[in-house]
């Protein structure tokens, strides 16, 4: 996709890039991508500021703490980018480029896949000749990513690559998030402002309150009881004391919708708040985006025997 603004209109913007570092490592492709974004930010005279939070083993907490930072600094835009991400710098700056003001991008980020691998999508690929000629091909082929499609009535809504596609939810490991979608989100859920305490931590001693924009509960009447009980009571304004607490204790009766129960991950829940405040969530399909993990490599003599395969290198499959 090919994005065009004046430098200056993306001066007027500010980036404020947020990792959560428990035991204060990264990994190396994370590293280079950093200093190559920064480098990238120097080179267009953007302002930016990198906000490293060590050692909160709560992901929550930590993500709450990074957007509280922002939302006391003069920066107009956080990027979540978790420690275990590599990333094309220019991609941020896409992202940066993307979210005006006046844009329906409250929230956008990129793909990344989860730390596994699908067998079976490598088994697709290898079924229609990928690997005949470059068996390293493969590679590309063996991720879930980390985003769930709008569902339409008539099923998945159809993502084309090249342009931004709303979704129900994205990662915080590559998301970028405006400082009005925060603002919005406080006066829309006060409930969720709490006192943290963390007695030897600046700003999170107990002295002042925050929001946690970032939890997880499951997507069930319970957290929008508020809402449901006044829906109840415009449809029923008879109903006796009794009748209300029977709604209010029956998990499946509801007015406003039917609740997915799904216990979601901090970062799906803050989009589905977000979704339900009447914002919007995106993804930008073509952005390529890696994530390093362990992985426990196993394998067979005998397995690799009734194939046919070397059991060491052989250079002559290699290389072709």
Known sequence: MEI??????????????????YGGQCHGNYTRSMCDLTALCVKYGINMKVYYLFNESLITRARNYCADEFMRSEFTHMMFIDSDIGFDPNDVITLLALQSDESPFDIIGGPYPKKCISWEKVKQAVDKGVADENPNALDQFVGDYVFNPVIAKDGPT???????????????????????????????????????????????????????FFDTPIDGKRMYMGAELKAYLEANPSATPDDIVKFVNDPNNTILRQYSKRYLSEDYMFCQWVRNMGLKVWLCP????????????????????????AATADISKIKK
């Open 4 to 21: 065009k603004i004046e430098i200056e209109e993306l001066r007027k913007r500010s980036l404020f890039v947020a990792t959560p570092m």
């Open 158 to 212: 159809q993502i084309k690559l090249s342009e931004p596609a709303e979704v129900l939810e994205i990662g915080t490991g590559f998301m970028m998030i405006r400082k009005n979608t925060f603002k919005k989100f406080e006066e829309t859920f006060p409930y969720q402002s709490y006192k943290p305490d963390h007695v030897r931590t600046a700003h999170f001693d107990g002295s002042r309150e925050i929001f946690a």
């Open 286 to 309: 073509w952005m390529q985006l890696n994530h390093t993990g362990s992985y426990t490599f196993g394998g067979s003599l005998a397995a690799l025997a009734s194939v046919g395969a």
